[in-house]
Each structure stands twice: as structure tokens, then as C-alpha cells.
Nanobody, 122 residues
Framework: QLQLVESGGGLVQPGGSLRLSCAGS????????IGWFRQAPGKEREGVSY??????NYADSVKGRFTISRDNAKNMVYLQMNSLKPEDTGVYYC?????????????????WGQGTQVIVSS
């Protein structure tokens, strides 16, 4: 069974940092396109960042603040989030697809985690 499990969410003050983790089981993440998405209350799910091989990309809203990385030995993908803003609040999901060509659209991904809540508030 192919599964993704996110962790690392929580409550943080504006300007703070969090590192989200995405653990894969049943498949090797390094052979997949891995994306991070988020969904704020009342809003559509939006792409935040993705990694395919060594290629990374970021939404304009997080560029320069978020960093996606992977540890193939641990079968993990991470999202380091710095300088957090209240508008970064939402449920963060990681997703995977075996088509390495993809990006910020939810339909490009077949495997999804359950999400982890991030709240940025003072």
C-alpha cells in the first residue's frame, strides 16, 4: 500500500519557523514527483512547492522563505518554512506521482497524505 504521512505542523508566531516532514511507505519517494500543497479554510487547495529529482520549484507566495528537500536514505521529503506569515495558515499536504513532469496542480498527483495543520498567529 502506497502511503504518505505528514508531520511537523503546529502553532507558531509570525516570523517563526516550522519544518514539515513527509514520510513515504510502500514506495521510494526519490523516484516520484513530490509536491507540497496547502488549504486554508474556505479556500481551494494550492500548490506550494515540488521536487522532481533535483529540480525544485516554489509558488511566488513562498519563494525565498520555504525550502523543499529530500532524504532518500530515510525516504522523506521536508518543507522548511521560515519567516512564516498568518496567510501561511492552513492544512499542509504532501502528494506524490510517478510522472516526474508535474507541478502545482492537484490533478497531477495520485497519492496524498492526510495533512498536517499549520497555524501562524500571535
Amino acid at each position: 500500500q502506497l502511503q504518505l504521512v505528514e508531520s511537523g505542523g503546529g502553532l507558531v508566531q509570525p516570523g517563526g519557523s516550522l519544518r514539515l516532514s513527509c514520510a513515504g511507505s510502500g514506495f521510494s519517494l526519490d523516484y516520484y514527483l513530490i509536491g507540497w500543497f496547502r488549504q486554508a479554510p474556505g479556500k481551494e487547495r494550492e500548490g506550494v512547492s515540488y521536487i522532481s529529482g533535483t529540480t525544485t520549484n516554489y509558488a511566488d507566495s513562498v519563494k525565498g522563505r520555504f525550502t523543499i528537500s529530500r532524504d532518500n536514505a530515510k525516504n522523506m521529503v521536508y518543507l522548511q518554512m521560515n519567516s512564516l506569515k498568518p496567510e501561511d495558515t492552513g492544512v499542509y499536504y504532501c502528494a506524490a506521482d510517478d510522472d516526474l513532469i508535474g507541478g502545482f496542480y492537484t490533478y497531477e498527483y495520485d497519492i496524498w497524505g492526510q495533512g498536517t495543520q499549520v497555524i501562524v498567529s500571535s
